[in-house]
């Protein structure tokens, strides 16, 4: 039996609670300092941005208005209203309460109150003071002239014959001509305002002996639904800039004009948390791009161009506005675990099918951890071009250790886009700048100037967080605790002009030194801007050797050198023992001194190196080094350094001189700043290493000439909801005679934890090689099909696929079974694994993976397919990886 029921037209203020109606309050939780940590417990301290708290108000007369505003005929409060000064382009939205505040200088005496879909409202005020308004709005739409039909049995849902596909598909054939980038040339203004608070704080916290002295930090706020929130600022940020766009050739130009933030966990590197808060929010999400990325994930657009394989979409409304009727349109995946979104669009009926609303969120059971829920709002407006250009985007999030309670982070990114100007190219020359520029005075604005400037009104909460800021700055308490968490999370300990560490070197165990004893330090910008000092010393219980490495920097461009951009000279010498093949002197990872191994650890070497290089970044992510490089290596444990006579001549020194050239170029790339190197975020652009040695004969007791050439290419691919794969393509050529240790060792892993681009299958000093080309896969599914199975999609598991493949040799010169004059290999003798040429079979392995297990571990099982007769050889192998992810 079927029911038919009328359907009046309700606009987008239905649209609006509708959606708000279904949401819990959105926030991002106080263990997301967890999350933080975990993520980018690599970046360290920053440097802190401060501005007067003194109101505008004192020095300029201020006009204010405050207040709420409803339906007139559901008295419900109405979200999302613009509220404006007439004739400016100040304007404040309503919140999901209907409260609104906007206060800004000048003698302003008329306020207007829009909202699609309904009468605006305009009234009088008084200038240079605070009026208090509630204000009720009309519809203005026409009746609805149709039906919906509803059934009691519920209807399959099909992209056939269905309206809702139809329109979502005119929307995707006219993208092209929507796009801002549709321009020749466009120029706006931007606004943006980045804010994290901690909340639901545990009484037990907050009243305790510990946070007494820092409840003035406090704010308490008031939900949708009436409920009281305490919050705890941690960030906030609001930057002014202007945009430039040049279509052909494609050229982007940002200027920031104004920018300030505080931070109080002065443990995390600003900088690198500024990109991170960035991309955590989506930086400028464009619904008309086919892929948003958000939290680090890849999420489909609602319009992408095959988004009906992977949304379900329902007419709602039809909506009359002045600019004519619009449609709206709601969708949500139909699968809820896939990285999707939920929500509604708004599109016009005119023809060009625009988008001029969309929200955007997702739902409780979509497989990226520690978010409890987000809210992505975009608004555009009517431009004098006839197109709808974007003028405001809100994202919200809020995360948490747990997903349903606990202690919270909620944070929010506002963007405000005004005074658009199409097709008004700047000279020429402009657009041969750099894409960001900073205005030499955009970190001194006051708070007049920002106040007068930015095109949003903070709350009274926002407004005092900077004051609160710089107060708390100056407390000793606060000042020992952030020592404490910046030495725990960012590994040193600081001591004005010189930083204590590595923390997590300072003990360590290994089969060659025993238990190893370190203790480092490094020079800070405070003790010289040009002059850095570096290095530590250690020694092992069992070889009682002492080891150390010393590093002296001139900066030319008064950067730390493990800031981006370098530019520095440097000299250091250094003495440690490594792994061969590994090559750990360079770095000190020690990444392969874990206590965990699989199999025997026999083969071991002390390496002395002198070393002078020059080291240059480029602002277009091409960086060159080129370096001298003394290098005295011994063999120890079961490697031996045997010539192939007769006698069987030992050889206890190598001694190499070598001129090392190095290339990369990452475009586009991202840089996370952290406190001991850089970390880079994941993009879609390749990138490209050329490493050349040439050793010189003779200088320095160098013993061999030669010539090593290294290539390595890495891209990420992104294939939406299959997830991504990481691709590495390697390729080398050794030329000239040279015994084993100058050769290509294949970087083996035995230990337990997982490498990407090692060979977790291979035996350390397994294969040596003078050619080789492999390449190496991981396919991460983001748990596309574990999330289709019962029972196992509660899990949020997600699937990985690895495969490497490596094919190389010896030529005849290079193979001490044919030539005279070269090493032996070492034999697979008293315990050892013995190491061999790579032969005309390519070594193969392959994996598989299951992740985010209790949200940070990942097991891979890995099969070796071949050369499985060599000694101490498993077909099969499990590894491990504790890495917490979104």
């Not at 026999?602 to 970044?617: A, P, R, T």
């Not at 290079?814 to 003798?829: F, I, W």
């Amino acid at each position: 039996m079927l029911r038919i029921r009328w359907v009046g037209a309700c606009g987008p203020a239905y649209y609006y609670r509708s959606i708000i109606d279904r949401l819990r309050p959105v926030s991002i939780p106080l263990k997301l300092a967890g999350c933080l940590c975990l993520c980018l417990f690599a970046l360290n301290t920053a440097a802190q941005q401060t501005d007067t708290i003194k109101d505008a108000a004192d020095t300029v007369k201020v006009t204010t208005i405050t207040g709420r505003v409803y339906d007139a005929a559901t008295g419900r409060p109405l979200v999302y209203v613009t509220v404006g000064f007439t004739g400016t382009i100040y304007a404040v939205s309503t919140d999901s309460l209907g409260r609104f505040r906007l206060s800004k200088p000048g003698a302003f005496t008329k306020v207007t109150f829009s909202q699609v879909g309904y009468q605006p409202v305009t009234k009088v005020i008084k200038p240079e003071q605070v009026n208090e308004l509630n204000i009720s709005m009309y519809g203005s739409q026409t009746q609805l002239k149709g039906v919906l039909i509803t059934s009691a049995r519920k209807q399959k849902y099909r992209n056939k014959d269905n309206p809702a596909v139809s329109l979502i598909q005119q929307i995707i054939n006219h993208k092209a001509e929507n796009q801002m980038e549709a321009a020749a040339y466009l120029q706006y203004n931007q606004y943006e305002r980045t804010g994290i608070s901690f909340f639901d704080l545990s009484p037990k916290f907050v009243n305790g002996k510990f946070f007494s002295k820092y409840r003035f930090m406090l704010d308490t706020v008031t939900d949708e639904n009436g409920n009281s929130k305490t919050l705890l600022p941690v960030i906030e940020g609001e930057k002014l800039s202007e945009i430039y766009y040049r279509k052909q050739p494609e050229k982007k130009i940002q200027v920031v004009t104004a920018q300030k933030q505080v931070n109080i966990i002065k443990f995390i590197d600003t900088a690198g948390l500024n990109v991170y808060v960035n991309r955590l929010y989506g930086d400028n999400p464009d619904i008309y791009q086919n892929n948003l990325f958000i939290i680090n994930k890849q999420f489909l657009s609602p319009i992408a161009d095959h988004s009906p394989n992977y949304y379900k979409f329902f007419i709602v409304d039809t909506i009359s506005t002045p600019a004519g009727k619009q449609i709206e349109v709601a969708f949500t995946p139909r699968v809820k675990g896939d990285q999707l979104f939920e929500g509604k669009l708004v599109v016009t009926l005119d023809g060009h099918y625009a988008v001029t609303a969309c929200e955007m969120n997702v739902n409780k059971d979509i497989n990226i951890n520690f978010m409890r829920s987000m809210r992505i709002r975009l608004d555009f407006a009517h431009q004098p071009n006839g197109r709808y250009y974007l003028t405001k985007s809100d994202v919200t999030a809020d995360f948490g250790i747990s997903k349903t309670k606990g202690w919270g982070a909620m944070g929010q990114r506002t963007v405000s886009y005004t005074n658009y100007k199409l097709d008004a190219p700047q000279p020429e020359m402009f657009y041969d700048g750099k894409p960001l520029q900073i205005a030499p005075h955009a970190n001194n604005a006051d708070t007049a100037y920002w106040a007068a400037h930015r095109t949003d009104t903070l709350t009274p909460q926002q407004k005092q967080v900077y004051g609160k800021m710089n107060r708390l700055a100056q407390m000793p308490s606060y000042k020992r605790t952030m020592w404490w968490a910046a030495t725990i999370i960012g590994g040193y300990a600081d001591a004005g002009q010189v930083q204590i560490g590595p923390v997590g070197r300072f003990f360590s165990f290994n089969s060659q030194e025993g238990i190893r004893l370190e203790g480092g330090a490094r020079t800070t910008p405070k003790f010289d801007s040009t002059f850095y000092l570096q290095g530590y010393a250690a020694i092992g219980t069992k070889d009682k050797k002492a080891k150390v490495d010393a590093v002296g920097y001139i900066s030319l461009n008064k950067t730390s050198p493990y800031r981006f951009p370098n530019d520095y000279f440097k000299v250091s010498y250094l003495y440690d023992v490594d792994v061969p093949g590994h090559t750990f002197s360079i770095t000190n990872r020690q990444a392969a001194f874990t206590s965990f191994q699989t199999g025997k650890t026999n083969y071991w070497l002390y390496s002395g190196i002198f070393e002078l290089q020059y080291v240059k970044d480029f602002e277009n992510h091409f960086s060159w080094n080129v370096a001298f490089k003394n290098w005295n290596q011994s063999p120890a444990a079961q490697l031996v350094y045997q010539m192939n006579d007769a006698a069987g001549t030992m050889v206890h020194n190598l001694t190499t001189s070598e001129i090392d050239v190095h290339l990369r170029y990452a475009p586009h790339e991202i840089i996370l700043q952290g406190t001991e190197q850089r970390h880079f975020a994941h993009g879609k652009y390749p990138i490209f290493d050329l490493q050349l040695n040439r050793g010189i004969k003779g200088f320095m007791n160098g013993s061999y000439s030669y010539t090593d050439i290294g290539l390595n290419l890495y891209k990420r691919f992104y294939f939406g909801q299959f997830g991504f794969a990481d691709v590495t393509a390697i390729g080398g050529y050794v030329q000239g005679k040279v015994p084993f240790p100058l050769l290509n060792i294949s970087p083996a892993n035995q230990s337990l934890a997982y490498e990407r681009d090692f060979y977790n299958g291979m035996n350390y000093l397994e294969f040596v090689s003078d050619h080789y080309a492999g390449i190496n896969f991981t396919q991460s599914f983001n748990g596309f099909f574990l999330n289709r199975i019962p029972l196992i999609k509660r899990l949020k598991w997600r699937e990985y696929l690895s495969a490497k493949i490596l094919y190389g040799g010896l030529r005849a010169e290079n193979d001490p079974t044919q030539t005279g004059g070269l090493y032996r290999l070492p034999p697979a003798t008293n315990g050892a694994y013995g190491t061999y040429a790579l032969g005309s079979t390519p070594y193969v392995e392959g994996g598989v993976g299951i992740g985010n297990i209790f949200k940070f571990l990942r097991v891979d099982v890995i099969r070796r397919f071949n050369y499985l007769d060599h000694p101490g050889v498993s077909r099969y192998g499990v590894k491990f990886s504790f890495h917490p992810d979104f």
